[in-house]
């Protein structure tokens, strides 16, 4: 199992000091990755925690990719909703490019309507859009030569796509039947939502499906809050998660208070759990 980390890009602690910090700290405890989280426009009612403020994943993975050396970095995940599929695809790839290819990519649908609402972006059409943006992803990624792309939702003429790094893994979000259409089509890993006890046969059935269609096995990727006091407890939890077929585990410590306590949490967890 490999381990990875959430950093606070919302609320008091995304400032930069705080967010620089975290990030090192990450690197420095032996994590392969660190991770960030998607929002955009929070509505005045939604704001517990962070205060409305959000760092935009993708500015702040490239800040991340000039101050880190070997740890990966990531989004869990990324609204591609959100975003027009070819400017994401071309900001991932400067991403993955300046990163020297150490880019994760978790994907997901979103949820919250009003955010949605205030991007102008219609929320049932999230679905489709999402697996829009996954087949230009591939296209522009998959091809060196230009070629034009003409699907449901986006079409283009031929252009040069540069530049042009090895596609960062893709990791897909979400619990749905369709969400594991799309690990399956387009996913290097699935980042499921259930818990522990309903996970099992799901994994092994998204296996089989990954069998079938000539694919590796996926990464199963987990993020999870943990009590980090008693360790026995922590071991326990780390092992059911693997039991269940987890092979990644993020570990998300919560709304810490400042690098302080993140740097504690997240060396307890490096060296008492994990070892």
């Not at 994760?104 to 943006?133: C, N, Q, S, Y």
């Amino acid at each position: 199992m490999k381990y990875g980390i959430a950093i606070r890009n919302m609320g008091p602690q995304s400032n930069r000091a705080t967010f620089r910090a975290c990030a090192r700290c990450a690197e420095d405890a032996g994590f392969d990755a660190l991770f960030v989280s998607d929002h955009l426009c929070i509505p005045p009612d939604q704001t517990e925690g962070s205060g409305g403020r959000y760092l935009d994943v993708l500015a702040a993975l490239a800040y991340l990719a000039g101050m880190t050396n070997r740890i990966r970095i990531g989004v869990s995940v990324l609204v591609l909703p959100y975003r027009p599929a070819v400017l994401t695809a071309k900001q991932v790839a400067t991403i993955q490019e300046l990163s020297d290819e150490r880019m994760i990519l978790g994907v997901g649908v979103g949820w919250m309507k009003p955010e949605f609402d205030a991007l102008g972006v219609e929320v049932h059409k999230r679905g489709a859009a999402t697996t829009e943006t996954l087949r230009v992803l591939h296209h522009l990624f998959g091809n060196r030569d230009a070629i034009a792309y003409r699907g449901k939702l986006v079409k283009f003429p031929a252009f040069v796509f540069e530049p042009h790094p090895k596609r960062p893994p893709i990791w897909v979000g979400g619990g749905s039947p369709k969400a594991l259409e799309r690990v399956v089509e387009f996913g290097d890993g699935w980042h499921p939502m259930q818990r522990a006890a309903e996970l099992k046969p799901l994994v092994e059935d998204l296996r089989a499906q990954m069998h079938a269609a000539g694919k590796p096995e996926p990464e199963i990727v987990v993020r999870r809050g943990m009590k980090l006091d008693d360790t026995a407890a922590a071991r326990a939890r780390l092992d059911a998660e693997r039991e269940a077929g987890a092979t990644y585990f993020i570990l998300d410590l919560g709304r810490y208070s400042d690098e302080r306590e993140f740097s504690r949490g997240a060396e307890n967890f490096m060296s008492k759990v994990v070892h």
